[in-house]
């Protein structure tokens, strides 16, 4: 049973910067897709970045391409989420997952483990 903490998140201003960690515990690390998901006041969780277990591929929600990026660091058993240029629109509380499945999947339910979640608050 893999345990997912995210940390990192906090309040910023419009165009600054946080990079989100995701560390991994109880379980095979290298054998996952790690995603990151959000979730704003009101709204549904949604898709903002996934990297496969193998040979790093990534993708991203239209709304933070170009301005987010995803890594991963197997010796570590961490996922970061970089987030440059933040936007209002961008304040949620951001959850890492796991997907045993490595289906490179923007769906929600493709992801089998999931953290508590890290505030991010982008003020104007």
């Known amino acids: 049973q893999v345990q997912l903490v995210e940390s990192g998140g906090g309040l910023v201003q419009a165009g600054g910067s946080l990079r989100l960690s995701c560390l991994a515990s109880?379980?095979?690390?290298?054998?996952?897709?790690m995603g990151w998901f959000r979730q704003a006041p009101g709204k549904e969780r949604e898709f903002v970045a996934v990297i496969s277990w193998s040979v790093g591929i990534t993708s991203y929600a239209d709304s933070v391409k170009g301005r987010f990026t995803i890594s991963r660091d197997n010796a570590k058993n961490t996922v970061y989420l970089q987030m440059n240029g933040l936007k209002p629109e961008d304040t949620a509380v951001y959850y890492c997952?796991?997907?045993?499945?490595?289906?490179?999947?923007?769906?929600?339910?493709?992801?089998?483990?999931w953290g508590q979640g890290t505030q991010v608050t982008v003020s104007s």
């Open positions: 109880g379980g095979t690390f290298s054998s996952y897709d």
């Open positions: 997952a796991a997907d045993s499945a490595r289906l490179i999947s923007r769906s929600t339910s493709a992801y089998d483990h």
